[in-house]
């Protein structure tokens, strides 16, 4: 199994990024998927979840309107379209099986000027 993301970088304030997350080894097309992310000292905060349908998207409070999650099941890659960034959206950002069962390794996201 190997969840691998990408796409994350350093960018000034107001500035956009878009996350994936290539998904191997288990049947992507079946599970929930969601972003998480965590900056030093701090607890795993949830940003995003989308169903395996993509029927149903969450997000937190933080982040709604701001990004967006998705997913493409031929390339089963899971997306995070992040814009309108904020020096409080730096954090390491991974993406995850809804239940926690798999996690990617992670991928830095810096927003200063």
């Known amino acids: 199994v190997q969840l691998v993301e990408s796409g994350g970088g350093l960018v000034?304030?107001?500035?956009?990024?878009?996350l994936s997350c290539a998904a191997s080894g288990f049947p992507f097309t079946s599970r929930g998927m969601k972003w998480v992310r965590q900056t030093p000292g701090k607890d795993l905060e949830w940003v995003a979840s989308l169903s395996a349908s993509r029927a149903s998207a969450y997000y937190?409070?933080?982040?709604?309107?701001?990004?967006?999650?998705?997913?493409?099941?031929?390339?089963?890659?899971?997306?995070?379209?992040?814009?309108?960034?904020?020096?409080?959206?730096?954090?390491w950002y991974y993406c995850s099986?809804?239940?926690?069962?798999?996690?990617?390794q992670g991928t830095q996201v810096t927003v200063s000027s």
């Open 60 to 91: 937190a409070d933080s982040v709604k309107g701001r990004f967006t999650i998705s997913r493409d099941s031929a390339k089963s890659t899971l997306y995070l379209q992040m814009n309108n960034l904020k020096p409080e959206d730096s954090a």
């Open 12 to 18: 000034q304030p107001g500035g956009s990024l878009r």
């Open 97 to 104: 099986t809804e239940d926690d069962t798999f996690r990617g």
